[in-house]
């Protein structure tokens, strides 16, 4: 199987590529359109420069070369999301060559180009009125088409690409990446030949998917296809396929178009592009760390183990809430235990997404150091971490005001654990007898006496003194 990938990423400006509509998500249907992003006749585009930055900070992060000196060109065709029957893309200049992406094992993708372009307006197939509607806020959203070399596999390798990718997408702050939403989606093209056979067999391609798992099942599926149909003797069109994930299989859509069809030619009402190397040097100063330099800084920098740096760093915001909570508690995996376990656990439960949340730093910290510095134990502390979560606490206030620091006082403890002793006789007795288990219940017994305040430890070396000291084993 041999595979490339187009990958089509719209980007998270403020205002289209072309006019000043907003490119937000949803919203009453046609109501973020203007005479520019549909067409109207006498109107001029003005190309955003925020959507040039974005461009360039990609390709500096895939390790392209950037294009100096490029230009916009018009792609024809008609489809009824495409008000004037064009596109405006880059088929000459890309601003963006021969890049490399590693997704690991030793393995690297090339990439071929990015280019800029627009994105199109979207059909909505009402089945009631048995009638098509058509929304064209999506018209002019900036669009970043990531191309990849046919460098693919394996359906594992695709996958690995397009995580790899997305995190560094939404490092760069260029895109929120929502696949559910559009903006990031992946057209697969593949074909199959023999082992051994340098000539690339005829391709395929499936458009405008929006799932990793439903890409990986596309690729497998269409591997098998393919083979199944040489094997029997047949040929393999180049074609564009529709897949459909309820039956695991794709069909035929229309033939593959080639450049020619859509008689490209250079967008007039547009001026070239120019990118010089202060430019280029400014946008590189300013470009964010990524994924990759995080983990090698946390295990460097704060020694924690390969685990940690890649869960803390699977989403920009858990590095983020981690980075601040360590500077500020001096932990740093004390902090990183707390995200790992309980608010990751809460955020999945809680439907939130990681850049959803508003968790405060210092507060974080604070919870910190009362559970190292022995003022509460863990158990409280979850139930602290909890307030904070939901209600946004400050957890030295609550846990004065609730009144759960740590019973201290060796004095009370021991009177509770004498307490409980004598409530249990069967459990002391059957402690004398060897029974391990027996210790932990009393244990437990003294704990619940004290609300759950008191250092475990403590109670520990209590208990088993009072076991000992009293005679009550041998």
């Not at 890309?94 to 307006?121: F, N, S």
């Not at 794709?250 to 250079?266: G, I, L, T, V």
């Not at 707390?338 to 955020?347: E, G, P």
Request: proline residues 5%; charged residues 30%; glycine residues 8%.
């Amino acid at each position: 199987m041999v595979a490339g990938l187009e990958v089509h990423v719209e980007l998270s400006t403020a205002s289209k590529i072309f006019c000043g509509c907003v490119t937000d998500f949803g919203g009453e249907p046609n109501t973020h359109v203007c005479p520019v992003c549909t067409g109207m006749p006498g109107t001029l585009p003005v190309l955003n420069r925020t959507v040039v930055e974005f461009a360039v900070r990609t390709g500096l992060a895939l390790r392209c070369d950037i294009t100096r000196r490029g230009k916009f060109d018009r792609k024809n065709y008609f489809y009824p999301d495409l008000p004037k029957a064009y596109q405006v893309s880059q088929l000459y200049l890309p601003v963006c060559r021969d890049g490399a992406l590693d997704i690991g094992g030793g393995k690297t993708i090339g990439i071929h180009e990015i280019h800029m372009e627009e994105d199109a307006g979207k059909l909505i197939h009402d089945p009631w009125e048995d009638c098509t509607l058509v929304d064209f806020n999506r018209c002019g959203v900036p669009l970043l088409e990531i191309v990849s070399e046919p460098d693919f596999r394996s359906a594992g390798e695709v996958i690995a690409y397009l995580e790899k990718l997305r995190e560094i997408l939404l490092y760069l702050g260029v895109s929120d990446c929502k696949m559910q939403e559009g903006s990031m989606r992946a057209d697969i093209n593949l074909s199959v030949r023999p082992e051994g056979q340098a000539e690339l067999g005829t391709r395929t391609e499936m458009k405008n998917m929006n799932s990793f798992k439903a890409i990986a099942r596309a690729v497998e599926s269409e591997t098998k296809r393919q083979i199944e149909v040489l094997r029997a003797g047949g040929q393999i069109r180049q074609e564009t396929r529709r897949w459909d994930d309820n039956k695991d299989a794709s069909f035929a859509m229309r033939s593959k178009e080639n450049a020619q069809d859509y008689r490209y030619f250079p967008e007039p009402d547009l001026l070239p592009v120019h990118i010089d190397d202060a430019w280029i040097e400014r946008i590189r100063r300013e470009t964010p760390e990524l994924a990759e330099d995080k983990r090698r800084r946390y295990r460097a920098d704060f020694g924690l183990p390969e685990y940690d740096a890649r869960q803390l760093t699977s989403e920009r915001a858990w590095a983020r809430l981690f980075e601040e909570t360590a500077a500020r508690t001096g932990r740093p995996k004390a902090a990183a235990n707390l995200i790992m376990t309980d608010i990751m656990r809460m955020t999945g439960d809680s439907g939130l997404l990681p850049e959803e949340l508003t968790l405060d730093p210092a507060k974080l910290a604070a919870l910190i150091g009362l559970i190292e510095g022995g003022q509460i134990n863990r158990t409280v502390g979850k139930k602290v971490l909890e307030q904070v979560f939901f209600h946004d606490v400050d957890p030295e206030a609550y846990v004065k005001a609730q009144g759960l620091l740590l019973v201290g006082d060796p004095d009370l403890v021991r009177a509770a654990v004498e307490t409980v002793l004598a409530d249990n006789p069967k459990s002391v007795e059957d402690y004398r007898g060897g029974k391990e288990k027996a210790f932990g219940f009393l244990v437990g017994q003294t704990m619940r006496a004290l609300g759950g305040k008191a250092d475990p430890q403590l109670i520990h070396r209590l208990v088993r003194e009072a076991l000992t000291g009293r005679g009550l084993v041998d």
